[in-house]
């Protein structure tokens, strides 16, 4: 099977911070679940694209939050269920 590529992005970047107390963050929001959810689902799809964590966009309260790099969009309060729709965007623009 071929590998696709975007020509456009190279990575997907997670927020992974995480803060005790009640301060949102996207750890706290389930983003490390998903983490492993869209790396399966582009080993699926045999998709070339890097997944990245990092700490905080500053984007803490919409989280979990991700962004498509380089330049791409923020997608916000992502969850399991939308990573189709991401897979879609990375893949619509590389045509
Ligand atoms: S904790 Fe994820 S954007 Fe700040």
């Known amino acids: 099977m071929n590998t696709k590529t975007s020509t456009i992005y190279s990575s997907i970047l997670v927020c992974v911070n995480y803060r005790d107390g009640h301060e949102k963050s996207c750890a706290g929001s389930g983003s490390q679940a998903l983490l492993e959810a869209i790396s399966e ?37 992502f969850s399991v269920e939308q990573i189709d729709k991401l897979v879609d965007y990375i893949m619509n623009q590389s045509s």
Do not use: M, W
């Open 41 to 77: 689902k582009l080993i699926s799809k045999n998709i070339d694209i890097e997944v990245q964590t990092l700490k905080c966009f500053g984007r803490c309260q919409n989280g979990p939050v991700l962004r498509v790099a380089p330049g791409g969009d923020f997608f916000e309060h």
